[in-house]
């Protein structure tokens, strides 16, 4: 595995191909970040509307990678990427031609859109490896990927300086953002007319039925339903913050009639996952044991997923200031030290889905991790401004390697539940990432970073403790083809048991 991937030629050119289009979604997602204080200073924003904008950055990702996630499953990877990919030019353009807040806020929205590629890699690298290098296969994908963030934080600063004379002198913001979306969807129209879905011969597997995930027992449809909800919730958080004192984006009428709406939506996902599963429910259909799973190991997933790429999406947001303000330093130097958070993507992803695929148990890998993700967010609970600035890049180093190993370990097993259904699956967990970001970074915006890093370590710890007494090892998650034998013979996918 490791040797080829200094290959160009077959899976290892989808895989270098399919990282980098995540990349450039990842640099458009976080390309407000490095700029957000001297955005605020020229527009006249205040604190907590740039706060509000790092969580607008997130919110729409929530639905969207549902979406994306039934799309992917229905289309492909090569065309759902592709558009997506081409979409980015719009949030991006949008954002550099915006005037005020309002328009902020919109344009942000839409970007979170771009942040839902992440899922439609996940299925595209499910189909070119096999269960035995699905961690460090994922990792690479997500780790290298999620390498935008750096690229955003530490690279655009300094194209923004550089090009800092056709703007009279100042940061040039407004054009380094807008070509972050231009490159990108050039790279799009590239992605569509350079990869295939499958490897030949190979049948590209969609669900039955679409609309929503098909469960397998009449708990897990329930189940799933609450995992639905906790989505709802985390977007009406949002409207909750949008209609506060000093943000005011929102009146009080609408931000009651925009969670009616949110409650709509929730009805609606509902009935379509009673579509879906209506034989299960009236109980002319039961699944033999070689066909079913338990959607609480997808919601356990969704938790790993909260602690790990949930605190990395409000840590990256909300490092650049934190270093500026608590070391007094100035923003393009303070974003240089903070992109050493995303900076490690390069590594410790990949690093989490190796140590899955080699420990032996993606259970064990996955507990371990969590406990490592409390232990950094807790060190970093204590850092103020009296810290020695080495020890305090030293402790983000050690709460990125576990959050982002914690990510690489997580969809390690994601694509292992259900084979023609991990785009949905994909969707759900990667999605609840955002739930966690969202959450996280309102209760940053309602107090300080202190808070926010000790509420992440307990989170975490809580998530070590579930994964050890809850989390169920997949069934031929070691294997050494993409398709056991009696997956070709019975033609069914390699499925968690359901006691």
Not at 100 to 123: A, H, P, W
Not at 352 to 366: C, E, N, P, Q, Y
Not at 435 to 440: A, H, I, L, T
């Amino acid at each position: 595995m490791l040797k080829g991937l200094f290959s160009l030629k077959g899976r290892y050119r989808i895989l270098h191909q399919t990282w980098f289009a995540f990349f450039l979604t990842f640099v458009c997602w976080f390309n407000f970040a490095p700029f957000a204080t001297t955005i605020g200073k020229e527009l006249h924003l205040l604190p907590e509307q740039i706060k509000t904008l790092g969580i607008c950055n997130l919110a729409l990702t929530i639905p969207a990678r549902i979406i994306i996630g039934m799309l992917l499953d229905k289309f492909g990877p090569r065309i759902t990427y592709s558009l997506l990919l081409m979409f980015a030019v719009i949030p991006c353009l949008a954002t550099a031609l915006a005037q005020d807040f309002n328009q902020l806020v919109i344009s942000r929205l839409l970007m979170g859109i771009v942040g839902s590629g992440f899922v439609v890699g996940i299925r595209m690298v499910a189909e070119w490896f096999p269960p035995k290098e699905m961690g460090i296969a994922q990792g690479i994908y997500g780790g290298w990927g999620n390498f935008g963030a750096f690229g955003a934080e530490f690279a655009l600063p300094t194209i923004a300086i550089a090009t800092s004379f056709l703007d009279g002198g100042g940061s040039n913001w407004r054009l380094t953002i807008a070509l972050t979306g231009i490159i990108t969807a050039i790279y799009g129209l590239f992605y569509f007319k350079s990869v295939q879905d499958t490897p030949i011969g190979k049948v590209y597997k969609k669900p039955k039925k679409n609309g929503s995930l098909e469960v397998t027992s009449i708990k897990s449809f329930w189940a799933m339903i609450v995992s639905n909800f906790g989505l709802i919730f985390a977007l009406g958080l949002l409207a909750w913050r949008l209609e506060q004192k000093n943000i005011h984006f929102f009146t009080t009428s609408q931000m009651y009639i925009a969670w009616l709406a949110l409650a709509g939506l929730f009805a609606y996902q509902s009935y379509q996952a009673y579509q879906v599963n209506q034989e299960l429910l009236t109980r002319q259909k039961t699944y033999p044991a070689n066909q079913r799973y338990q959607f609480s190991q997808v919601a356990l997933l969704e938790f790993t997923y909260i602690t790990s790429f949930g605190s990395e999406l409000a840590a990256v947001s909300m490092l650049p200031a934190f270093f500026e303000k608590t070391f007094s330093l100035e923003h393009i130097v303070a974003g240089m030290i903070a992109s050493v958070y995303p900076f490690l993507n390069l590594v410790s992803r990949p690093s989490g889905g190796l140590i899955s695929d080699k420990f032996g148990s993606r259970k064990w890998t996955m507990t371990i991790v969590s406990a490592g993700i409390a232990i950094g967010y807790l060190m970093a609970h204590f850092i103020n401004k009296d810290w020695p600035i080495p020890l305090a890049i030293a402790v983000t180093m050690f709460a990125a390697y576990f959050a982002q190993a914690g990510c690489g370990a997580t969809y390690g097993i994601v694509p292992l539940i259900k084979k023609e259904a991990t785009g949905q699956i994909a969707g759900n967990v990667g999605a609840y990432g955002n739930f966690g970001g969202v959450v996280y970074l309102t209760i940053f915006s309602l107090t300080d970073a202190s808070t926010l890093f000790a509420t992440m370590g307990i989170a975490a710890m809580i998530c070590a403790f579930m994964c050890g007494f809850f989390l169920k090892e997949p069934k031929d998650s070691f294997a050494s083809d993409n398709e056991t034998e009696a997956e070709i013979i019975n033609h069914q996918p390699i499925l968690m048991t359901e006691e």
